[in-house]
């Protein structure tokens, strides 16, 4: 049970962080969710939001940090 409660404890950080970090990007001005490739659909009374290209540079960036993390490790 206690690698149980480490590994919570660890991915709440974890989240805190990541969420501290989407809302200092928020405020900087970067267009993250308003990227040419996104798609917004604006109903009468609905808006709907399918981040496709912020998803996918998420993803390389993350890809790439975690790639660097690696090989220092070695």
């Not at 991915?11 to 990227?35: E, K, Q, W």
């Not at 109903?43 to 993803?59: H, Q, R």
Request: hydrophobic share 55%.
């Amino acid at each position: 049970m206690f690698g149980l409660g480490r590994m919570l404890v660890v991915l709440g950080v974890a989240l805190i962080v990541v969420g501290g970090i989407v809302m200092l990007l928020g405020r900087s001005g970067l267009p993250l969710g308003r990227l040419p490739g996104d798609i917004v659909y604006r109903g009468k009374n609905t808006s709907v939001y399918f981040p496709w290209v912020s998803s996918i540079l998420i993803s390389i960036v993350l890809s790439i940090v975690l790639y660097l993390i690696g090989r220092l490790r070695r």
